[in-house]
């Protein structure tokens, strides 16, 4: 038993560089104003629970050589699926940004919550933080703590993965993350391209009329209504499409 302690704890190096980093970027886990204390003990936790998997499909012993490439690999690989997730999670500032634009909001910068650093459109700031909430109270961080676990069945620990998988799996990412916010965000395009043909029409009928003091706050106002009157069914959808993207990691 003690022979083999030095190969379990290569082991055990290996699995916890992917965990690790899977854990530092997940939505729930990966948030910036969670303490990096909690985060490594998630890590630590999740990365005993998936050892008796994963020293099974880890090379045992092998050449210094042979084991560094594998960490590099690991590493890449939990970056690689890590970002892809934070691509997703960034559809609500996506999301934020479009809505803003077409309220007239996109002067209301705020700092972003999730990652200390960079001004986000404050309703962007409101969903993201909202979507987090959403993440925990739907249980869907229990998803990203199994797509862990599935990640071995999805990209197994062959080595550095292939660049063009990755560069697939960024773009689908990427390609899911811009279609959702702008099917979510549909209402507000509509309103706005309806609200300006109307003023349009509105300022040649009646020149005199100071359109531009009218517009801004009726499009405020009339586009909160529908902020508020939609909410739960954007949030809806997009913590189901995140679920539905961390349970692709299992490939189901």
């Not at 729930?28 to 998630?42: D, H, K, Y």
């Not at 690999?73 to 803003?100: D, F, K, P, S, Y």
């Not at 599935?150 to 062959?158: E, H, Q, R, V």
Request: glycine share 12%.
């Amino acid at each position: 038993m003690f022979a083999s302690a030095p190969e379990y704890a290569t082991l055990f190096m290996l699995t916890f560089a992917r965990v690790g980093v899977l854990v530092m970027l997940l939505p729930g886990t990966g948030e910036r104003f969670v303490p990096p204390r909690l985060r490594l003990t998630i890590a630590l936790f999740m990365t005993m629970v998936v050892f008796p998997i994963t020293r099974t499909l880890l090379p045992a012993g092998g050449e210094p050589g042979q084991v560094l490439g594998t960490l590099i690999g690991e590493v890449v690989v939990g970056l690689v699926l890590g970002l892809a997730t934070r691509i997703v999670v960034g559809t609500l500032q996506t999301l934020g940004a479009i809505v803003a634009q077409q309220l007239g909001l996109s002067f209301a910068m705020t700092i972003d919550p999730t990652q200390g650093a960079g001004q986000e459109a404050a309703i962007g700031n409101f969903l993201t933080l909202l979507g987090i909430t959403l993440v925990f109270a739907a249980d869907v961080h229990h998803i990203a703590l199994a797509a862990i676990r599935d990640s071995y069945a999805f990209l197994p620990p062959l080595g550095v993965p292939d660049a063009g998988d990755a560069v697939k799996l960024a773009l689908g990412a990427l390609t899911r993350s811009f279609a959702l916010a702008l099917g979510i965000s549909a209402p507000f395009v509509a309103f706005a391209l309806l609200f300006n043909l109307g003023l349009g029409i509105l300022s040649r009928l009646m020149p005199q009329m100071q359109v531009f003091f009218l517009a801004q706050p009726l499009t405020i106002l009339i586009g909160m209504l529908i902020l508020f009157a939609v909410l739960g069914i954007m949030m809806t959808l997009f913590v189901t499409d995140l679920a539905t993207f961390l349970k692709g990691f299992g490939g189901v």
